[in-house]
C-alpha cells in the first residue's frame, strides 16, 4: 500500500528518527475520486486532518474549500491560495474575538450549535452565513465526533431562529457521523433528522438551502472499507429519500478520506524485551508512539498496519509500545498485534495509513523527543521537501 514513490525517498535519504512521508499525488487521486464521486458537492478539506502547506497548496490549485477549526488553520488556508469565500469556520466552540479576526480576513460562513455562538457571530460577522450543527450518535464510526458538538435537532431550530432574527443568513444544517465511519446507513439517520428541522423553519418561512454532510470517509487499515462511490450512493439515495425533489445544496468535508492512504510513518524497533524469561509475549518498543504522532491510537481505536523487513515469515502477538517514559504510551496491548519472531532491535518498520491526524497530534517534545518531521513526495516535482 506504500507507493513506490515514498519507498524510493526512504531508501534514499534514510532520514534518521521517525518520519512522515506523504505522496502528493495520491491526495491528489483522493480529490479526484471525491470530485467524481460527488459532483454537485461542495468539497471541504478538514485542514486539522493535515495541515502540511504542500496539500493545502495542492488542493486549493484543484479548487477545493477548506473546513477550518481556528484563526491559525484559516491563515494557513488563504497562504495555500485559498480565497476566503472558500473557507468555512466549522468549529463550534470559538473566541468573539476569533470570529471577530476570521470576518475581517473574509470568511462569512460560520458553524453553530447554541444561541450563545450566534450572537458571537451576530456582533462580529454581521450578515454572515451560519449553519447548525446537530447531534449524531456516532455508531459504526471508529472514532466518534459525537456528544461534544452538536445540538438536537429542537434546539437547532430555535438556534437558526434566532440567528434569523439577529439578521444573520440561517442557511443550513451540518453533521458529522463519526470518523472512520464504515456504516453507509449512518448517514440515512443524520439526513432524516435534517429533514425534519428543514420543514420545522420552512413552517416559520425561514427556507434553509444547504446540508453539510460532514466527515467520516474511510481509510483503509487492516480491513477493507466500502468504496467512495458507494459512499455517494448511498448518501444520495437518502438525500432522495429525505427531500425529494427538494434537493438542498450539500457539502462535505473529508479529512481522513482525503490524506490517511497519502502518509507513511518510518519507525525504528528501539527494543524488544519480555517481562520474564518464559513469558511468551514480547514487548516491542518502538520511536514513535502515542505522544510522537499515534494517538489516534487511544483506547486502541485505529489499527494501523504495519509492515516489517521480515514480513512473511512466522509470527507472534507483541504489545506495541513508544519510547516515552508514561505508561499511557502503549499502543496495542489490549488486542496484541502479530509481528514476525524474528523481528530485531534496530529494525524499520513502516506505520502504513499515517497520513490522516498524525503529524499535528505529536507533542512539541515530551521527554525530549522531537515532533514528528513530515517530508512530501510526488505532486509534479519529486524533489523532497521537510516541513
Ligand atoms: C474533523 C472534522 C472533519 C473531518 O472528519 P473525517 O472523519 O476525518 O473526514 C469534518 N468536519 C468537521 C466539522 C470536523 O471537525
Known amino acids: 500500500m506504500t507507493s513506490q514513490r515514498i519507498l524510493d525517498f526512504l531508501a534514499a535519504e534514510r532520514p534518521d528518527g521517525p518520519c512522515l512521508v506523504v505522496d502528493l499525488d495520491v491526495v491528489r487521486r483522493n480529490f479526484q475520486h471525491l470530485a467524481e464521486a460527488f459532483p454537485a458537492t461542495g468539497i471541504y478539506y478538514a485542514v486539522k486532518a493535515n495541515p502540511a502547506p504542500e496539500i493545502l497548496e495542492l488542493l486549493a490549485s484543484l479548487n477545493s474549500s477548506f473546513d477550518t477549526a481556528s ?8 497562504a495555500a491560495g485559498a480565497s476566503p469565500d472558500r473557507i468555512s469556520y466549522g468549529n463550534t466552540i470559538k473566541k468573539e474575538r476569533d470570529v471577530a479576526r476570521a470576518h475581517a480576513l473574509g470568511v462569512r460562513l460560520f458553524a453553530v450549535d447554541c444561541v450563545d455562538e450566534v450572537e458571537k457571530i451576530a456582533r462580529q460577522a454581521p450578515g454572515a452565513r451560519v449553519f447548525c ?6 455508531e459504526g464510526a471508529e472514532w466518534p465526533l459525537s456528544r461534544k458538538f452538536g445540538c438536537h435537532t429542537e434546539l437547532a431550530v430555535k438556534v437558526l431562529e434566532h440567528a434569523h432574527g439577529l439578521g444573520l443568513d440561517a442557511c443550513g444544517l451540518s453533521f458529522h457521523v463519526g470518523s472512520q465511519q464504515c456504516d453507509l446507513m449512518a448517514w440515512d439517520r443524520a439526513v432524516g433528522d435534517a429533514r425534519k428541522v428543514f420543514l420545522a423553519l420552512g413552517e416559520k418561512n425561514i427556507n434553509l438551502s444547504m446540508l453539510n454532510l460532514g466527515g467520516g470517509f474511510p481509510t483503509r487499515y487492516l480491513r477493507d472499507v466500502p468504496a467512495t462511490l458507494a459512499y455517494a450512493e448511498a448518501i ?3 438525500l432522495n429519500r429525505h427531500f425529494g425533489n427538494r434537493l438542498p445544496a450539500t457539502i462535505i468535508e473529508p479529512g481522513r478520506g482525503m490524506v490517511g492512504d497519502a502518509g507513511v510513518i518510518k519507525t525504528e524497533v528501539v527494543l524488544i524485551s519480555r517481562k520474564s524469561e518464559d513469558d511468551p509475549m514480547r514487548w516491542v518498543y518502538l520511536d514513535i508512539g502515542k505522544f510522537g504522532g499515534l494517538a489516534e491510537t487511544m483506547d486502541e481505536s485505529i ?36 509481528l514476525p519472531l524474528s ?3 534496530g529494525d524499520e518498520l513502516l506505520i502504513e495509513a499515517t497520513g490522516a491526524y498524525t503529524s499535528t497530534y505529536a507533542s512539541v517534545g515530551f521527554n525530549g523527543f522531537a515532533p514528528l518531521p513530515t517530508y512530501i513526495v510526488g505532486g509534479g516535482d519529486d524533489a523532497a521537501a521537510a516541513a
Not at 516489517?308 to 508514561?326: H, N, R
Open 236 to 238: 444520495q439515495s437518502a
Open 71 to 78: 484563526v491559525a488553520e484559516i491563515e494557513m488556508a488563504l
Open 303 to 338: 489499527r494501523y498496519p504495519i509492515r516489517t523487513p521480515c514480513d512473511g515469515s512466522e509470527t507472534a502477538p507483541c504489545i506495541i509500545a513508544g519510547p516515552t517514559c508514561d505508561s499511557a504510551d502503549v499502543l496495542y496491548e489490549k488486542t496484541p498485534y502479530p
Open 133 to 138: 450543527r446537530v447531534l449524531t450518535d456516532g
Open 343 to 345: 523481528l530485531r532491535i
